[in-house]
């Protein structure tokens, strides 16, 4: 069996920009998030949340 060594990247992509999506979603609803980026506004959590998927995003594609 050929081991697809490709496959790990891809899944940091994954992982990366579904956990952006989830700081964008879910954040609202849980004020934890936000003390855990040391600011109560929703701007830096749409600001991080949007990073965060980008580079997952990147990842994906240029995998």
């Known amino acids: 069996m050929i ?3 490709m496959s790990g ?4 992509g ?3 920009s579904l956990s952006g ?3 964008i979603g879910i954040g609202k609803k849980m004020p934890i998030i936000r003390l855990f980026f ?3 506004s929703m701007i830096y959590q ?4 949007s990073i965060l ?3 997952g995003l990147a990842i994906l ?3």
């Open 3 to 5: 081991y697809d060594t």
């Open 9 to 12: 990247i891809k899944l940091v």
């Open 14 to 16: 994954f992982i990366t």
């Open 21 to 23: 999506i989830i700081l």
């Open 38 to 40: 040391k600011d109560r």
């Open 46 to 49: 749409l600001f991080y949340g």
């Open 53 to 55: 998927f980008f580079i």
């Open 61 to 63: 594609f240029f995998t």
